[in-house]
């Protein structure tokens, strides 16, 4: 039965799809409705207003993320921080993925000129997708989790600032070295002494 929720659910996926291949940055309903073949008073009906449209598929491609990286972290098991924020790179650089990624810079940059308006959970919630992630498998890894916990600010600023880089120039040599020459700095409190320690004879 085509139910309002279930033509919503159906048109929110060709929006998403549609965002993805093209972007939002001139995003109008009236073409955009043509392009996933239904119109601009429909969209409005099922979705209220551009923004909070541009919010619903937003939160769809969050949800892909945390998924896809949640099988990826279930099939690889990383043990260690220098292998869990590496493959999170591996992933989000893989081609099938750039493009939520490209989706969700792109959508900050919006924001930031306010030429769309969300609220400040919604803006919260573009990076937290990953780095939830990220954050709760890092917990599990005895003291290198604390040391992420130290330095999760450094690490999560540094690694969405190489992606964007990454997906501005596709110079993956330089930014990956960058990623791990920070993981080199960052991993290596994990093995020095503390100065409480350092003094001891």
């Known amino acids: 039965m085509d139910t309002p929720l279930n033509r919503r659910a159906e048109l929110l996926k060709k929006i998403v799809d549609e965002l993805l291949a093209s972007g939002a940055g001139d995003l109008s309903l009236r073409p955009l409705a043509e392009r996933v073949g239904t119109s601009a008073r429909l969209l409005i009906y099922h979705f209220e207003s551009k923004e909070l449209l541009i919010a619903a598929a937003l939160a769809e491609a969050r949800s892909h993320i945390q998924a896809s990286l949640g099988t990826r972290a279930t099939e690889v098991k990383p043990q260690s921080l220098r292998a869990l924020v590496m493959m999170c790179w591996d992933w989000a650089t893989e081609a099938a993925n750039q493009r939520y990624f490209r989706l969700l810079f792109e959508v900050d940059g919006m924001a930031m000129f306010d030429r769309v308006s969300f609220s400040d959970e919604a803006k919260r919630a ?55 020459a920070l993981l080199d700095l960052v991993a290596g409190d994990a093995h020095a002494p503390s100065p409480s320690q350092g003094r001891r004879r």
Not at 135 to 151: D, I, N, P, Y
Not at 156 to 173: P, V, Y
């Open 126 to 180: 573009n990076s937290a997708a990953w780095a939830h992630l990220i954050e709760r498998a890092a917990a599990t890894l005895s003291l290198e989790g604390t040391v992420f916990a130290a330095h999760s600010t450094l690490i999560m600023c540094a690694f969405s600032g190489l992606l964007q880089e990454f997906l501005s120039t596709d110079n993956r040599k330089n930014t990956t070295a960058a990623l791990r």
